[in-house]
């Protein structure tokens, strides 16, 4: 049997899409050069070559082990949807680096990439398996943070205190006297003091791990938002990023280099912007209306806050409410 000419796959040929009834991505070919389809997969239509379901999909071994020996349950974590999410892109991006192999298993002639369009694809593959070990060194610290105890304040040594032997016949025990008790000259002749209570404002760092949409500093930088777009704020974004986010939906935005990445919600988008800044990244957190976008942090070096939008609102003469206000 003469063997069959290997005829090259373009990307556009490729569909990717979320099937919602059995919460799976799923990749077809959607081409316009016919196959000849000699199988499929079970439950789907011709074309279907890759399914990946997102509740079928577990978790890390590091995580697993630190759950058990914690005894905690990842899916009861607020971000476990999240890391699922993302091992389910990351299968995915695999998917479309083998998809002549995997489409050769049920359709023919067989299919090859370009050698660009192959190095594109497995850089992205790349890219969304750096996004998925980034999250999960999260969700480790947020399960290691989840289940620190509070240290128990040391108690002062006692003395140890010896007993006098049984008396015995013929012998008589006298007590001896108690040592006369000293105070300090300062302590004996100078009126009591009360203390002076002086009032100091310090400023709370907000904690770089653990964030959920109900902590205190997710609500303050919420509140100094719609604060800022209320005053209509002047805003420097990142170059190009204004006429990007012209084009994209309203939702939480990390620009960094020429990436604009969109994330489900606040805290999410302010713990990456700080995994990222640890990498040696400067990242913007744009918080985008579709009309008014606002710049609520700049991370720099080491995941370092560098800009906050309370203090531009301060320096604006723009005064936040307080909190219980804001409730």
């Given at each position: 049997?003469?063997?069959?000419?290997?005829?090259?796959?373009?990307?556009?040929?490729?569909?990717?899409?979320?099937?919602?009834?059995?919460?799976?991505?799923i990749l077809?070919?959607?081409?316009?050069?016919?196959?000849?389809?000699?199988?499929?997969?079970?439950?789907?239509?011709?074309?279907?070559?890759?399914?990946?379901?997102?509740?079928?999909?577990?978790?890390?071994?590091?995580?697993?082990?630190?759950?058990?020996e914690?005894?905690?349950d990842?899916?009861?974590?607020p971000?476990?949807?999240?890391?699922?999410?993302?091992?389910?892109?990351?299968l995915?991006?695999?998917?479309?680096?083998?998809?002549?192999?995997?489409?050769?298993?049920?359709?023919?002639?067989?299919?090859?990439?370009?050698?660009?369009?192959?190095?594109?694809?497995?850089r992205?593959?790349?890219?969304?398996?750096?996004?998925?070990?980034?999250?999960?060194?999260?969700?480790?610290?947020?399960?290691?943070?989840?289940?620190?105890?509070?240290?128990?304040?040391?108690?002062?040594?006692?003395?140890?205190?010896?007993?006098?032997?049984?008396p015995?016949?013929?012998?008589?025990?006298?007590?001896?006297?108690?040592?006369?008790?000293?105070?300090?000259?300062?302590?004996a002749?100078?009126?009591?003091?009360?203390?002076?209570?002086?009032?100091v404002?310090?400023?709370?760092?907000?904690p770089?791990?653990?964030?959920?949409?109900?902590?205190?500093?997710?609500?303050?930088?919420?509140?100094?938002i719609?604060?800022?777009?209320?005053?209509?704020?002047?805003?420097?974004?990142?170059?190009?990023?204004?006429?990007?986010?012209?084009?994209?939906?309203?939702?939480?935005?990390?620009?960094?280099?020429?990436?604009?990445?969109?994330?489900?919600?606040?805290?999410?988008?302010?713990?990456?912007?700080?995994?990222?800044?640890?990498?040696?990244?400067?990242?913007?957190?744009?918080?985008?209306?579709?009309?008014?976008?606002?710049?609520?942090?700049?991370?720099?070096?080491?995941?370092?806050?560098?800009?906050?939008?309370?203090d531009?609102l301060?320096r604006a003469?723009?005064?936040?409410?307080?909190?219980?206000?804001?409730?």
């Amino acid at each position: 049997m003469p063997r069959q000419r290997q005829r090259y796959l373009y990307r556009s040929d490729l569909r990717q899409k979320t099937d919602k009834p059995t919460n799976s991505i799923i990749l077809w070919y959607a081409g316009r050069r016919r196959l000849q389809w000699h199988d499929r997969l079970y439950g789907y239509d011709d074309g279907t070559f890759f399914v990946c379901n997102l509740d079928e999909i577990g978790y890390a071994p590091q995580l697993t082990e630190l759950a058990e020996e914690l005894g905690l349950d990842i899916d009861l974590l607020p971000d476990a949807r999240q890391l699922r999410a993302a091992a389910a892109e990351a299968l995915a991006a695999e998917g479309l680096v083998d998809a002549p192999a995997l489409l050769g298993d049920l359709a023919t002639p067989p299919l090859k990439w370009s050698l660009g369009d192959q190095r594109e694809l497995e850089r992205k593959h790349m890219i969304a398996v750096a996004r998925l070990s980034e999250l999960t060194r999260i969700m480790a610290a947020e399960m290691r943070r989840r289940c620190l105890t509070p240290c128990s304040p040391t108690l002062p040594e006692l003395p140890t205190v010896t007993l006098p032997p049984e008396p015995t016949a013929g012998v008589e025990y006298v007590a001896s006297p108690e040592p006369p008790v000293v105070l300090p000259l300062a302590a004996a002749e100078l009126p009591p003091v009360e203390p002076e209570s002086v009032e100091v404002e310090v400023e709370v760092e907000e904690p770089e791990t653990g964030l959920t949409a109900s902590s205190t500093v997710v609500l303050r930088v919420r509140h100094a938002i719609a604060t800022a777009r209320e005053a209509e704020l002047p805003q420097r974004l990142p170059a190009d990023a204004r006429r990007r986010l012209r084009r994209m939906p309203p939702g939480v935005y990390l620009a960094y280099g020429e990436a604009l990445d969109i994330r489900a919600e606040l805290c999410a988008a302010m713990t990456d912007g700080r995994a990222l800044g640890r990498k040696g990244r400067e990242v913007s957190l744009i918080e985008h209306d579709g009309e008014w976008p606002v710049v609520a942090r700049r991370y720099g070096q080491g995941g370092r806050t560098i800009y906050k939008v309370e203090d531009a609102l301060r320096r604006a003469g723009v005064k936040l409410k307080p909190m219980e206000e804001v409730a």
